[in-house]
């Protein structure tokens, strides 16, 4: 992100001084001036040209252009290099260009309006209309009703009493609710011009940062001391509402507001396909100084044995003075000629074929939410095709399983449960059994859309039960809802959570109505009277704490502290007087959780008003503190939250999202092992992991690790290890279990275990876990299992499963989630998906791909990114075989040559080869090619498992193209080599010469990789055959082209060799030479791939076939008339490919075929090719019991 400032060095703390511009000048903090965009039209080139040749790749070929520079070395003109590199250049450039432009709402024109946008500012006593780009920090602004913020504001006063202001934070983190700022009471009364003009305040706070929910600072005034907190700010990018107007103080401008500070890029990742093409392209690069120095070493000997002779009429240039001086220059220039085996193109296709996959990704109808009206989104081009390989998948459970709309359920009151519905015999009714629901019609303020079944909490209510009035009062009082009434009874809550809305909603229905809120007050109409409490302090929530309390005085003077939150938490500060209540409260909890509500506890403290003052001195103290101010705070609230009364618990239904289920077996018959990471109770947990069908009755066990201390923890892992391997050993798996079992064998054994496992951890267990003497015990135990779920985990938590996933494990991880708890976990992993639910937006913010349905994820995974990873895998296998075929020529053509550095081709053919007659046929196989179609790709899960075993792409691929590829360039050569020695012209005279050698030997090479591309198109469409047979078309015509007349008058130095592509194209000898060698160089990969077919198909051929199957009976179907045979036609493919498809076809566990197909296969009793290669590969793996430098690989 550029600034519109110079770069500073980084604060210590901020200081900002009311109206005094000149004081504040001197720290040289940022303007109010924003620039988003990368470029503009000034810096777009320099800067752009800068990033670009950070590259390696662009270096090493911006370094040959300098050698072809110098005419010693060179034998090519510059135009050979310049040309690709001006082209690889530029595309990227507009690519870039193209996303700084278009990627973002705040780019080149947003950045103009908004800078320009205007405000009241307070200057000189006098509101002035300002442009936001010239606010500055600590000047005064007025904001009115409906704007935007400016920049970071200190609230000073409002026109709602008590400066109060309400503002709606969508900008920031996607709520659309409204929540409520509030003046410090010694300012809140500065709404007149005249006294804000005379306000000389400093405020003294925390340096830049992007915490949305946190601020810490102090104001200095009138020698005294006032804490600030995040209540008192207004950020850059909220919007003003319900408020007639308000003043605020600058704190942060520009690029320092938070909302700018949150915009940072995320960590860039890299894909196991680029850190593998790196590696490649350096051992390319290797290579070619081998074959340099071999050329240099021959030149050198050439020209001292035989070079000598003809010094007459092939004198040495005049620097060259010996044999080893010409051999050294015979180096750099083969270094140059032979440099396209690292191709100059390859980097931008990739880029280019990336961004095609994503387009893909966002223009998928089948991902699109009517509902929401949300596409998929791809936010990262960079790693589609790891998509294809993910065998981890870490998922948060509310609103990213789960929908995230709560309905208040069920409650436990004073040891009595409500919700349940009972028939007339007293049996508890079941699902789609309910009766009619409760009538709140005695209510006039209830919502009509709450529903309860329970008719007897509505009597306990009537009746004036004091402890069911005190669970709802609670429930009405304790939240931070705020509360709208558009018509007289027409209520509107704004909750920041599903569940606290859900709650206070509950309490409305029942009689206990929140109507209205101040910065010091809440009224609530209990059954029809309005009662106004005064607000004392406000304890709030966070992921630490796990609850939220508020301290209130009554109408009769009474303080009472109410708090709710989780089980855990509570239990332990409850008084000890209520165990016999909490004993049966825990019975209902445990009850609630196991039919998969979310559940929280409710309890209360009477304070007396001595030691409510003494501790609210202490909160102050606490808040005025400079340095760990939470930490203080934190300390002080735990103070007063002891000791409490319990008065029940809630229990609120979260449904499952749509396909859940179904998408979750889908992915595990892919191979794909799902974690699910939440912070809810183990019941609740381990009832939704049942429902979305990770947990099933024919598991043969389901772990559940338990343990407070590390010891206990350990003996429970120890015992879930020991029992997986008793069981594999009494059904005789293929192992005999031994005790003295080396460690680095363990996880192998572990993860080829019979049977199906799952394991279930709490989060105080797995802080344990996750400790670094026992996380590869942990490790361990939970990757030999089908089904993983932490329960109670914190954010932090969540992120270091996942890091120690990826630290051990040889494996692509991808992380889902819809909420801020789940970013750390999102930016960890090495595919970050983010639901676009109800808890904002802060989860997609930060992630690489993102939808607003979890069952989105099975077509993200199994369509798009399975064909993704195949693309790129083919499109890389072709690009280096083409190469390889194209660049080997020049070497063997130096041993006839003297290693003089001359060329075979054309230098024209050179420049062109890579960026005209080979690029587009290999980036239409690259964009479009498929080898099943989408249908299948669903049909047929166990089709994503060679992109886990990486099978496609890897360093056996690469050796097997090279090797094709050189063996194509030796064929390419010789045979018209050959052919050309004894060959005559029509006219009998001699049909070698240099220039027809070179046609022939380029004719040959175009041709052969045009076949081969179509040999390796599976999907074909029109671009296709366009991109093909266009190429080819291309490619003769600029021959042509080269070698007329025309071209000779107008450019006669350059293009000399006048009808030599006619005369030789003429020729039937060069034609049978150009057929043979296409057919020698082809005829071995057809017979080939013909014989892998047969004998060892791939599934995917497999499946191919069964379509055809398919198709060829539906069409016997359709007969009118049948023959009748004695015999049968059977294919030879059904009875000779590898052992184990049969198995595979037919096993329901592993994929799923039609009658129609299976009768084309035999059953085998063997395990499939595919579980046999994951078994060779887990034997061959590093245990994780070892060293955290060797890796595992499940």
């Not at 183990?682 to 201390?709: P, R, W």
């Not at 996750?770 to 329960?791: N, S």
């Amino acid at each position: 992100m550029a600034l519109c400032a110079k770069k500073r060095p980084p604060e210590e703390e901020r200081r900002a001084r009311a109206n005094d511009r000149e004081y504040n000048e001197k720290f040289q903090y940022a303007s109010n001036c924003i620039k988003t965009s990368k470029y503009n039209i000034l810096t777009f080139l320099p800067v752009n040209l800068f990033e670009q040749f950070q590259e390696v790749a662009n270096t090493y070929f911006l370094f040959l252009l300098i050698l072809q520079l110098i005419p010693q070395i060179s034998s090519l003109s510059w135009f050979t290099t310049i040309v690709p590199l001006v082209l690889v250049l530029t595309i990227t450039a507009v690519k870039d260009a193209t996303d700084d432009y278009f990627s973002s709402q705040f780019r080149h024109k947003s950045d103009n309006q908004v800078n320009n946008r205007q405000s009241q500012v307070l200057i000189n006593g006098i509101l002035q209309q300002e442009q936001w780009m010239n606010v500055c920090v600590g000047d005064i602004i007025k904001l009115e009703n409906n704007q935007f913020v400016a920049a970071d504001l200190l609230l000073l006063s409002s026109s709602e009493p008590h400066g109060l202001c309400y503002i709606e934070t969508a900008e920031l983190d996607g709520e659309t609710n409204m929540k409520v700022r509030q003046a410090i009471p010694v300012t809140s009364e500065l709404g007149d011009i005249s006294k804000l003009a005379k306000f000389d305040g400093e405020v003294i706070c925390e340096p830049p940062n992007n915490k949305l929910d946190k601020f810490s600072g102090t104001l200095y005034w009138k020698e005294n001391k006032f804490p600030l907190s995040n209540q008192n700010m207004l950020l850059r990018g909220c919007v003003l509402r319900n408020t007639e107007w308000c003043f605020g103080l600058v704190i942060f401008a520009g690029p320092d507001t938070k909302l700018m500070q949150n915009s940072g890029r995320t960590k860039f990742k890299r894909t196991s396909i680029d850190r593998l093409m790196n590696t490649l392209v350096l051992w390319i690069f290797g290579f070619l100084v081998c074959m340099g120095v071999i050329l240099a070493i021959g030149n050198a000997i050439w020209e001292h044995e035989v070079g000598t002779r003809f010094q007459v009429y092939l004198p040495w240039d005049e620097a060259v003075d010996s044999a080893f001086f010409s051999g050294f220059l015979s180096f750099w220039s083969y270094i140059i000629i032979l440099n396209t085996v690292v191709p100059i193109s390859l980097y931008v296709s990739v880029e280019v074929i990336r961004l095609g996959h994503s387009y893909f990704i966002n223009w998928d109808k089948k991902m699109f939410c009517m509902k929401k009206r949300t596409p998929a989104e791809a936010r990262t081009t960079t790693l589609n095709e790891e998509l294809g390989q993910v065998e981890y998948i870490f998922s948060d459970k509310t609103g990213t399983l789960t929908q995230n709309i709560m309905v208040f359920n069920k409650c436990s009151i004073y040891g009595r449960s409500y919700g349940d519905v009972f028939d007339v015999l007293g049996h508890k009714a079941e699902l789609g059994e309910k009766p009619e629901p409760v009538d709140f019609s005695f209510n006039p303020l209830a919502d009509k859309k709450f529903l309860f079944w329970d008719p007897s909490l509505l009597e306990a209510v009537k009746i004036g039960d004091p402890h069911t009035h005190e669970f709802f009062r609670l429930l009405s009082l304790c939240h931070t809802v705020m509360s709208e009434e558009k018509n007289e009874g027409e209520l509107y809550y704004k909750a920041q959570s599903p569940d606290e809305g859900a709650l206070v909603t509950a309490a409305r229905n029942f009689g206990f109505v929140f109507r209205s809120r101040t910065p010091k007050t809440i009224t609530v109409h209990e059954m029809g009277t309005a009662i106004t409490y005064q607000l004392l302090a406000i304890l709030d929530f966070n992921n630490i704490r796990k609850r939220m309390s508020v301290i209130v005085r009554n109408p009769e003077g009474k303080i009472r502290l109410y708090c709710k939150g989780a089980d855990t938490i509570l239990l332990d500060r409850l008084h000890h007087s209520t165990q016999e209540l909490l004993n049966t409260t825990m019975d209902h909890l445990n009850e609630y959780a196991g039919e998969g509500l979310r559940t929280l506890v409710l309890a209360y403290r009477d304070l007396d008003e001595e030691y409510y003052e003494e501790w609210a001195e202490r909160r102050l103290q606490a808040s005025l503190a400079q340095d760990s101010r939470e930490d203080r705070l934190a300390s002080v609230y735990e103070e007063v939250e002891n000791n409490m009364m319990l008065l029940g618990a809630t229990a609120i239904e979260d449904k499952l999202q749509q396909g859940v289920p179904e998408t979750i077996a889908l992915l595990t018959l892919a191979n794909i092992k799902i974690w699910v990471l939440t912070g809810d109770k183990q019941e609740t947990a381990v009832n939704i992991g049942y429902s979305c069908k990770m947990l099933t009755d024919d598991m043969t066990e389901v772990f559940i690790v338990t343990g407070h201390t590390v010891l206990e923890v350990r003996e429970e892992l120890r015992k879930a290890r020991e029992k997986m391997m008793d069981s594999s050993r009494s059904v005789g798996n293929g192992f005999t279990y031994q005790e003295t079992l080396s460690s680095s064998k363990l996880t192998s054994v572990l993860e080829a275990v019979a049977g199906e496992y799952a394991l279930v951890i709490n989060g105080h267990s797995l802080a344990h876990a996750l400790e670094a003497d026992m996380e590869l015990e942990f490790l361990e135990t939970a990757c030999a299992c089908k089904a993983v779920i932490c329960c109670r985990v914190t954010p932090l938590q969540k992120a270091q499963v996942v890091e120690l996933v990826k630290k051990y494990k040889k494996a692509v991880t991808l992380a889902i989630g819809d909420g801020a708890n789940d970013v750390s976990m999102i930016k960890t992993a090495h595919i970050g998906v983010g639901i676009s639910g109800q808890e904002g937006i802060q989860a997609v913010l930060a992630s690489d791909y993102s939808f607003s349905q979890f069952k989105f994820l099975q077509r993200l995974l199994l369509v798009h990114g399975r064909w993704s990873y195949l693309r790129m895998c083919k499109f890389l296998c072709y690009f280096f075989y083409k190469n390889f075929a194209f660049t080997m020529v020049h070497f063997w053509f130096g041993f006839f040559c003297g290693f003089s550095a001359q060329t075979v081709y054309d230098q024209y053919f050179i420049t062109l080869y890579n960026i005209v007659y080979t690029s587009l046929p290999v980036l239409a196989m690259g964009v479009f090619d498929q080898d099943v179609p989408e249908q299948r790709s669903m049909e047929y899960p166990k089709l994503y498992e060679p992109g886990q075993l990486n099978l496609l792409f890897n360093k056996r691929e690469f050796f097997i193209c090279i090797a094709q590829g050189i063996y194509t360039s030796v064929l390419m050569f010789f045979i018209p080599y050959g052919v050309f020695a004894e060959a005559t012209r029509d006219d009998g005279t001699q049909l070698a010469d240099y220039q027809s050698f070179a046609v022939t030997v380029a004719t040959s090479l175009v041709i052969v990789v045009s076949v081969q591309i179509g040999l390796d198109t599976g999907y074909w469409t029109a671009i296709n055959h366009f991109f093909i047979w266009g190429s080819l078309a291309v490619y003769f015509a600029i021959l042509f082209a080269m070698h007329s007349n025309g071209l000779f008058d107008m450019f006669p130095n350059q293009f000399r060799f006048v009808g030599n592509a006619q005369n030789t194209l003429a020729q039937p000898t060069v034609w049978l030479t150009i057929v043979l060698t296409t057919v020698v160089c082809i005829m071995p990969v057809v017979a080939f791939r013909f014989l892998r077919l047969n004998l060892k198909p791939d599934l995917s051929d497999t499946v191919r076939y069964t379509q055809l199957v398919r198709k060829k009976q539906k069409a016997q179907h359709r007969c009118m008339r049948r023959v009748g045979r004695t015999g049968s036609r059977r294919s030879g493919y059904a009875f000779s490919h590898q052992e184990g498809f049969g198995e595979l076809i037919m096993s329901g566990k592993n994929m799923r075929l039609s009658s129609l197909a299976l009768s084309s296969f035999t059953t085998r009793s063997s395990s499939s090719w595919i579980e046999s290669l994951r078994r060779k590969k887990s034997d061959s793996a590093s245990s994780p019991s070892g060293s955290a430098d060797k890796p595992l690989k499940g």
